[in-house]
């Protein structure tokens, strides 16, 4: 069974900045890696995410403060994300798509205080 890797959450105040990696073990074709947001009392939500052709996608009100990136597409991403809000707050989950599947990882915990 795959087991993604994710790294990075914590807790901040607000207007700080964190940085999120994920990795998919072995080496295999990965079409896309992106993060998810499951904010306390909220369905699961786009954060960003990118293909394996470089097109990249943001969630609502994400572009301009977080960057996803993928360096040298290998098989780790990376979520910057910079002037956090406390509406940022949540679980951040990682998920990488392979063909016609996808993979998802624990879970890491963001926590934005005022």
């Known amino acids: 069974q795959v087991q993604l890797v994710e790294s990075g959450g914590g807790s901040v105040q607000a207007g700080d900045s964190l940085r999120l990696s994920c990795s998919h073990p072995g080496n295999i074709a990965i079409s896309g890696m992106g993060w998810y947001q499951k904010a306390p009392g909220k369905q699961r939500e786009l954060v960003a995410f990118?293909?394996?052709?470089?097109?990249?996608i943001y969630g609502i009100a994400r572009e301009g403060r977080f960057t996803i990136s993928r360096p040298n597409a290998e098989n780790t991403m990376y979520l910057q994300m910079n002037s956090l809000k406390p509406e940022d707050t949540g679980v951040y989950y990682c998920?990488?798509?392979?063909?016609?599947?996808?993979?998802w990882g624990q879970g890491t915990q963001v926590t934005v205080a005022s």
């Open positions: 990118m293909y394996s052709g470089g097109a990249v």
């Open positions: 998920k990488s798509s392979v063909a016609d599947k996808d993979y």
